[in-house]
């Protein structure tokens, strides 16, 4: 009695029909070490499962993918629609180009990232992990070719028992091919998005690729073909660190994947015909199924575990027993905490999930996204920097003029080569010369998403002109006037010497 007297008071506050989220602690021996060991190693083998949730995962599977895959092969003018350019630094999404000065952006969109990640996990915990997460997808994709090849659960379990042979070979090499087809199409499609597929397409046809497109195409080959296949998950158990710190996102109102326990125990196997209530048995019969399709091996009757990535597949599962036994669904169900705890129904368990922290997560994250549409809708496609020369900061030239000498760098984020006019004003020189380029005319030629560095030369009368600074102001315009006139402005300074 006295070697169970500190578990049971460790739980004591713990309802009865609730599993207790954190065991007692106790000593870890050698066996117990040795044992996690051969748990970690171990393989699983998630039972086929069918089911509305199953449907889920099937579609956001064949949604992601389509995106992934098809994305890179769209054009947008003439030019492929999303490309991210490392070697010109620039980011092509469809009509719009992003240089390295546009990094805000970028900004922008990982706090969008970061706040739809709390909502998300704040309404329904690791709902991106069982659903849209590229592990997740890539370990369906390759479960379903290995449930093809090898067949269901039971089938794989004598497979890998047998000794080899070549029928197990055969089919070995038969799994692992169309797995490394698959990863290498998935690593050929992600460096499509940093050079244009349809040249690498040729160049890899023709082994010309470059050192560092070799490198990437044969490591995201290589990892998908690993982590999908072999690691599957152990990544998110063991690696992944959202599992981590999911928790502090998620409290009791917020919907998991959660086990009846006060509806299903005590738990038993029985007949049809044996009424739970009067046997004193509860509605789960201890099939095991919930378990047998986990993807992860978790047991779900066992409470609230990180290692659930909420995939729904024990709901399905389960559902299809309660069916056959003639018993309500939901055993196993999408619910809160504080929804089982108060037997609240779903309407009810909805009501309290929008709490005011979720309603300031939907509110930030409604300002950067709208913050976001406005910046990008009001960004002007020509922009104009202004960089003076520190060598010669101003000298008299014949003809009674004093220049200064500039570099002019203009960017054309327009989908139109254009012609750019440039004047210079200033409210204490009335007169004011601007010389660009080698041909020292006032016109610069910028090509469609691109810019040019020139030099700018800037002259006015030595009369006009008092010893000093004066401000500056550069206009710049197009002048193409079919769809509006692009244009902007620099302020700069001009020296005149004594």
Request: aromatic residues 12%; contains cysteine; hydrophobic residues 40%.
């Amino acid at each position: 009695m006295s070697d169970k007297q500190p578990e049971q008071s460790a739980n004591q506050d713990v309802p009865a029909w609730q599993p207790p989220r954190l065991k007692p602690p106790r000593p870890v021996s050698a066996d117990d070490s040795s044992m996690q060991v051969e748990e970690i190693r171990a393989k699983i083998y998630p039972r086929s499962v069918t089911g509305v949730f199953a449907k889920w995962r099937i579609i956001l599977v064949l949604a992601t993918q389509a995106v992934f895959y098809g994305l890179p092969w769209l054009q947008w003018n003439g030019r492929q629609a999303v490309l991210f350019d490392l070697t010109e630094r620039k980011f092509y999404i469809f009509g719009i180009v992003l240089w390295p000065q546009d990094v805000f952006y970028l900004a922008i969109i990982l706090i969008i990232s970061a706040y739809g990640l709390f909502l998300f996990t704040a309404l329904a915990g690791r709902l991106f992990c069982g659903y849209a997460c590229p592990q997740t997808v890539y370990t369906e994709i390759f479960m379903w070719i290995e449930r093809k090849i090898e067949g269901d659960r039971v089938a794989r379990i004598r497979l890998d028992e047998s000794p080899m042979n070549l029928r197990k070979f055969r089919i070995k090499a038969t799994k692992h091919f169309l797995w490394i087809a698959v990863a290498w199409w998935t690593g050929s499609t992600f460096i499509g998005y940093f050079s244009p597929i349809r040249e690498l397409g040729v160049e890899l046809l023709h082994f010309e690729l470059s050192f560092w497109q070799w490198f990437w195409m044969v490591f995201y080959s290589f990892a998908t073909w690993g982590n999908a296949g072999f690691l599957r998950e152990s990544v998110c158990k063991y690696m992944c660190p959202y599992a981590r710190f999911q928790s502090v996102m998620v409290d009791k109102d917020t919907f998991v994947v959660t086990y009846d326990r006060i509806r299903g125990e005590p738990r038993g196997r029985r007949s049809k015909k044996i009424i739970p209530g009067q046997a004193g048995l509860g509605d789960c019969v201890d099939c095991t199924i919930c378990v047998q399709v986990c993807p992860t091996g978790i047991d779900i009757r066992d409470g609230l575990q990180y290692m659930c990535i909420g995939c729904g597949a024990c709901i399905d599962a389960c559902n299809q027993v309660m069916e056959k036994m003639n018993y309500p669904r939901g055993l196993i169900r999408y619910t809160s905490e504080s929804g089982m705890l108060d037997r609240l129904d779903r309407k009810q368990a909805r009501q309290r999930l929008f709490k005011p922290r979720i309603y300031i997560y939907i509110a930030l994250l409604s300002i950067f996204i709208i913050g976001l549409l406005v910046s990008l809708s009001l960004r002007s496609p020509l922009r104009v920097d202004i960089v003076r020369d520190r060598g010669v900061l101003g000298r008299e030239i014949p003809g009674g003029m004093i220049e200064n000498i500039y570099r002019i760098q203009v960017i054309n984020m327009s989908e139109k080569n254009q012609k750019f006019i440039l004047k210079a004003t200033s409210k204490d020189i009335p007169q004011v010369m601007v010389l660009v380029g080698e041909e020292n005319g006032h016109q610069i030629d910028v090509p469609a998403f691109s810019n040019q560095w020139v030099p700018m030369v800037i002259r006015v009368p030595v009369q006009d002109s008092a010893k000093g600074l004066h401000p500056l102001t550069l206009h710049i315009e197009s002048t193409d006037k079919t769809e509006g006139t692009l244009s902007a402005q620099q302020d700069t300074t001009f020296f005149v010497p004594n």
